[in-house]
């Protein structure tokens, strides 16, 4: 097996221990597990092995690695400022919490997004420690109209059984279910209806979600109707069919477009990134000598373009016009000059000149420095992103 690999299982190994150590202790010894509810506890635990798997060998990915570390430095290096706080409390609130990314992608979508996310979030906080008994309710004894609320085997807070705050707990689920429908709903109607979703979509990877999340919560719903208003009608069979589109969800949600709710709190560390290269030094572009990146943004692509086996060293000095520094890497060229370079040595290549392709502008003075390519269509910054489009517009 491959180092990868083998570090991924291992890592896959102890999640799904620890986990299985923090159900026998948080459900003292059992005493609390419900025996009904051990195939989605085992469901669980498989999603634990294989989310825990496909994340580490994610990480060790040089790209996402390097992320991952520069994130955690940007938030924590050289002491906890207020300044990196606010911007990663910020970033948080605003990428994570809200889903602002998705939201300027359109406003349908976002919504429908968010209420994906957050229906799916409330029910696994509500489902998962009734699963694996850490969490039940409990009638107080000389009082059969009262519950009290035991975590981990604590008593914390009692309540009546026909109080709102009762109502809100014993029907959270149902909450969940209609929150992830109206957001599924709104996403089956963009696939639906928009012409560009519809060329990419596929049935795996954005439908098969969808319609998970659907039967999860319609089944669920079901179960609800079942006890609440036909006395118990059809529950076994019911509560048989939850069980399998559940137990088949957590099946399927390491292989699948869901896994990205995992990767997307590691990818706020981007976001950080971002803001810490704007706030430092810039690169000059060695052909013209405009900012284009930020310094450490460049060194980092010469190291995991090296480390993915890629090769752009230009050992070549620069000719005269670019002021006779060195090239020494691609990457220290500006994405104007790249394309201008491409350009020139087509142009080149089809008056017959043979050769290497220099970097320069033909005919220019030394050691005059080439202007920057401009681009003249006026479409600059108007992409759905704002100012990440003006930022890194680069046609």
């Given at each position: 097996m491959p180092p990868v690999m083998l570090k991924a299982a291992l890592w896959g190994l102890l999640m799904t221990a620890a986990l299985g150590g923090l159900i026998v202790l948080g459900s003292r010894n059992l005493a609390h597990f419900d025996a009904a509810l051990v195939a989605y506890t085992f469901a669980?635990?498989?999603?634990?092995?294989?989310?825990?798997?496909?994340?580490?060998?994610?990480?060790?990915?040089?790209?996402?690695?390097?992320?991952?570390?520069?994130?955690?430095?940007?938030?924590?290096?050289?002491?906890?400022?207020?300044?990196?706080?606010?911007?990663?409390?910020?970033?948080?609130?605003?990428?994570?919490?809200?889903?602002?990314?998705?939201?300027?992608?359109?406003?349908?979508?976002?919504?429908?997004?968010?209420?994906?996310?957050?229906?799916?979030?409330?029910?696994a906080a509500i489902t998962f420690p009734l699963v694996f008994g850490w969490l039940h309710f409990a009638p107080v004894p000389d009082d059969l109209t009262r519950y009290t609320a035991?975590?981990?085997?604590?008593?914390?807070?009692?309540?009546?059984?026909?109080?709102?705050?009762?109502?809100?707990?014993?029907?959270?689920?149902?909450?969940?279910?209609?929150?992830?429908?109206?957001?599924?709903?709104?996403?089956?109607?963009?696939?639906?209806?928009?012409?560009?979703a519809a060329a990419l979509q596929r049935f795996g990877e954005d439908f098969l979600p969808l319609f998970l999340l659907f039967a999860v919560s319609v089944t669920g719903l079901m179960l609800t109707a079942s006890y609440t208003w036909m006395k118990g009608a059809g529950y076994d069979f019911i509560a048989i069919l939850h069980a399998i589109t559940v137990i088949a969800t957590f099946l399927w949600l390491p292989f699948g477009k869901l896994f990205h709710v995992f990767q997307r709190p590691a990818q706020l560390g981007v976001g950080l990134y971002k803001d810490l290269g704007r706030d430092g030094p810039h690169a000059a572009c060695r052909r013209c000598g405009a900012a284009f990146t930020s310094l450490a943004h460049v060194h980092d692509l010469i190291t995991v373009s090296a480390e993915l086996g890629y090769d752009y060293r230009m050992p070549d000095p620069a000719p005269p016009s670019a002021g006779g520094a060195s090239v020494e890497h691609y990457q220290w060229i500006c994405p104007p000059c790249r394309r201008t370079s491409l350009a020139l040595a087509q142009s080149r290549r089809w008056a017959g000149v043979r050769g290497g392709t220099s970097l320069a502008v033909p005919g220019a003075t030394p050691p005059t420095r080439p202007p920057t390519p401009r681009y003249a269509n006026p479409s600059r910054g108007e992409g759905p992103l704002g100012d990440e489009d003006a930022t890194n517009f680069h046609p």
């Amino acid at each position: 097996m491959p180092p990868v690999m083998l570090k991924a299982a291992l890592w896959g190994l102890l999640m799904t221990a620890a986990l299985g150590g923090l159900i026998v202790l948080g459900s003292r010894n059992l005493a609390h597990f419900d025996a009904a509810l051990v195939a989605y506890t085992f469901a669980i635990l498989f999603a634990t092995f294989g989310l825990t798997y496909r994340y580490v060998v994610w990480l060790q990915r040089p790209p996402t690695r390097l992320y991952w570390r520069r994130g955690w430095r940007a938030m924590f290096s050289h002491g906890l400022a207020p300044r990196r706080l606010a911007r990663g409390v910020s970033r948080f609130g605003a990428d994570l919490v809200l889903n602002r990314f998705i939201f300027k992608r359109g406003a349908m979508r976002g919504l429908a997004h968010l209420c994906i996310m957050w229906g799916s979030l409330l029910a696994a906080a509500i489902t998962f420690p009734l699963v694996f008994g850490w969490l039940h309710f409990a009638p107080v004894p000389d009082d059969l109209t009262r519950y009290t609320a035991v975590v981990f085997g604590f008593d914390t807070f009692t309540f009546p059984v026909d109080s709102l705050v009762g109502f809100l707990l014993f029907h959270g689920l149902v909450w969940a279910s209609f929150i992830v429908i109206a957001g599924v709903m709104l996403a089956m109607r963009r696939r639906m209806r928009e012409g560009g979703a519809a060329a990419l979509q596929r049935f795996g990877e954005d439908f098969l979600p969808l319609f998970l999340l659907f039967a999860v919560s319609v089944t669920g719903l079901m179960l609800t109707a079942s006890y609440t208003w036909m006395k118990g009608a059809g529950y076994d069979f019911i509560a048989i069919l939850h069980a399998i589109t559940v137990i088949a969800t957590f099946l399927w949600l390491p292989f699948g477009k869901l896994f990205h709710v995992f990767q997307r709190p590691a990818q706020l560390g981007v976001g950080l990134y971002k803001d810490l290269g704007r706030d430092g030094p810039h690169a000059a572009c060695r052909r013209c000598g405009a900012a284009f990146t930020s310094l450490a943004h460049v060194h980092d692509l010469i190291t995991v373009s090296a480390e993915l086996g890629y090769d752009y060293r230009m050992p070549d000095p620069a000719p005269p016009s670019a002021g006779g520094a060195s090239v020494e890497h691609y990457q220290w060229i500006c994405p104007p000059c790249r394309r201008t370079s491409l350009a020139l040595a087509q142009s080149r290549r089809w008056a017959g000149v043979r050769g290497g392709t220099s970097l320069a502008v033909p005919g220019a003075t030394p050691p005059t420095r080439p202007p920057t390519p401009r681009y003249a269509n006026p479409s600059r910054g108007e992409g759905p992103l704002g100012d990440e489009d003006a930022t890194n517009f680069h046609p």
